[in-house]
């Protein structure tokens, strides 16, 4: 197989042959946006796509696409590959219940995240193909980027190699799913589960106070609050900043900005280094507390997952989730159902958008003032 080593072993889609997994029945177990998406794709890749899902919306979902649907247990039975694309925190009840004991020799099984097999929740047969395609992109964006040709990032790996043919397995499915289309980065399942767990623990947290802290500044300094939301947040400018970066990287993005901005933000920068390396300290923390497996040991007890309800609750009530609320309302932000189905985008919606990137490809290079 090609590839080269650039500190890790990227693929790309001349390096899956679909011609190896063609004969194989492929059963995408969730039919939620991820296994929607991943099913869409494997489907107009050419393979054969059966659906695993109890009966609720999402199976008269999956029917009214097209695809035969079954229970779990008998999806997995059926097939030759399969994905198990429910949420974490059900796969270990539903894998020992539905599917384990459909897992016959030279079966593949494929995790879209690897925590339930990183940290041994999920033990499968050794005699199974067990891999690991993980999308960098959420579940409709797994669909989107495929219309639109842009295509998404994967981390892939392999965690078992019963068949002695993993590796071509594993890069023929990547690639139907679109898990090459921009690249297949090679990781272990513990590499993808720490990396996931610390970009959500440690990255997350700390740009969040930083962002909220000073906000709470601002409006006890008598600024107003519908303001000071626009200039941090609802202007949408951080979302532009931050594509830009995805564009050119962090530091060619700067120079977007004027040189008044520009200079703030590179002498300004220098007074935070104490602090940084405070903050470094307690990502070092969450960041060992996470690869001992202590953290899935405390996910998984019982009494955690009634604290976490708790303290949901409470970040609505009180604090920054009421004043933000407050600010969207005032400003006539409509209220989103996050659970809402998103649709896909037409090809007349690809299409305009298409031409609005050829028109702003134009501004490159154009000084901010």
Not at 229 to 248: D, H, P, T, V
């Amino acid at each position: 197989m090609e590839g080269f080593e650039v500190g890790a072993r990227l693929y790309y889609e001349k390096d899956g042959d679909l011609s190896k997994i063609k004969e194989k029945t492929i059963a995408i177990c969730g039919y939620g946006n991820q296994g929607r998406s991943q099913a869409l794709n494997l489907r107009d890749a050419g393979l054969t796509v059966i659906v695993g899902n109890r009966p609720d919306e999402y199976r008269a979902r999956a029917k009214s696409d097209g695809f035969q649907t079954y229970d779990i247990s008998e999806a997995s039975q059926l097939a030759d590959v399969i994905f198990i694309l429910l949420p974490d925190e059900l796969q270990e009840i539903i894998y020992r219940k539905e599917i384990e004991k459909n897992l016959k020799e030279n079966k593949v099984l494929v995790f879209a995240h690897g925590y339930n097999i990183a940290f041994g929740l999920i033990i499968p047969p050794n005699n199974i193909d067990i891999l690991l395609i993980a999308p960098r992109m959420i579940g409709i964006g797994v669909r989107e980027c495929i219309l639109n040709g842009e295509g998404y990032f994967s981390f892939i790996g392999v965690h078992q190699n019963a068949s002695g043919k993993a590796k071509e397995i594993l890069l023929a499915l990547s690639k139907a799913v679109g898990g090459l289309s921009k690249a297949g980065i090679e990781v272990t399942f513990e590499q993808e589960t720490i990396l996931d767990l610390f970009t959500e623990q440690g990255f997350g947290p700390a740009s969040s106070q930083i962002m909220m802290k000073p906000i709470d500044l601002l409006i006890e300094e008598g600024y107003p609050e519908e303001a000071v939301l626009i200039e941090f947040i609802l202007s949408g400018n951080m979302k532009y900043a931050f594509n830009q970066m995805l564009k050119c990287g962090i530091i060619e993005q700067i120079g977007l900005l004027d040189q008044q901005s520009q200079y703030g933000l590179l002498t300004r920068g220098l007074r935070y280094k104490d602090i940084i390396f405070e903050i470094l300290e307690i990502q070092k923390g969450i960041l060992n507390h996470i690869e001992s497996g202590a953290f899935s040991i405390e996910w998984e007890k019982r009494l955690t997952k009634i604290k976490f309800k708790f303290i949901k609750l409470m970040s609505s009530k009180v604090g920054f989730g009421p004043l933000e609320k407050r600010v969207r309302k005032n400003l006539g932000f409509p209220e989103v159902d996050l659970w809402a189905e998103t649709p896909y985008p037409t090809m007349k919606e690809i299409s305009v958008k298409q031409e609005l990137i050829k028109e702003l490809e134009e501004f490159k290079g154009y000084p901010e003032f």
